[in-house]
């Protein structure tokens, strides 16, 4: 009986660790930019493509590394909805963040110097990505 008792009761003190250490856990805070979520710094926005008023897919470059981000806009942020951001430099594999999300999807980062890249990203089932492009 004790060895019942003494298993309840640490069962018990682990579930209330475990929800006090949730509790005290808060989420980390959204970036306040696309440049802010790709690290700030020397990026800046080279192109941009709206998916209606949902959302802006921004590709951002730092003169060696692509970053994509997809933003929502208006009354889509803090909403949880599906976002999507890819880049892909040509010859290599892809990179992609697509989650339930409330404020952006990404940033997702390539190192394409001289290269053409695909990009694109997604709201809900609004998508959209671009040829390879941005090429050297």
């Not at 660790?17 to 980390?28: E, G, Q, R």
């Not at 493509?49 to 889509?76: D, E, H, P, Q, R």
Request: glycine share 12%; hydrophobic share 40%.
């Amino acid at each position: 009986m004790s060895g019942i008792k003494r298993s309840a009761t640490l069962a018990l003190g682990m579930a209330a660790t475990l929800a006090a250490s949730v509790a005290f856990t808060s989420p980390a805070m959204a970036a306040s930019s696309p440049i802010e979520a790709c690290g700030g710094g020397s990026y800046h926005v080279i192109d941009s493509k709206a998916l209606g008023s949902y959302a802006t897919i921004y590709l951002l470059y730092n003169g060696s590394t692509n970053c994509v981000v997809t933003w929502k806009k208006g009354s889509y942020v803090g909403n949880s909805a599906w976002v999507r951001a890819v880049v892909q430099a040509y010859g290599s594999p892809g990179v992609v963040d697509a989650d339930y999300y409330r404020y952006y999807a990404g940033p997702v980062k390539v190192k394409a110097p001289g290269k053409c890249i695909m990009w694109g990203g997604s709201y809900g089932n609004q998508w959209w990505e671009s040829p390879f492009e941005h090429c050297g």
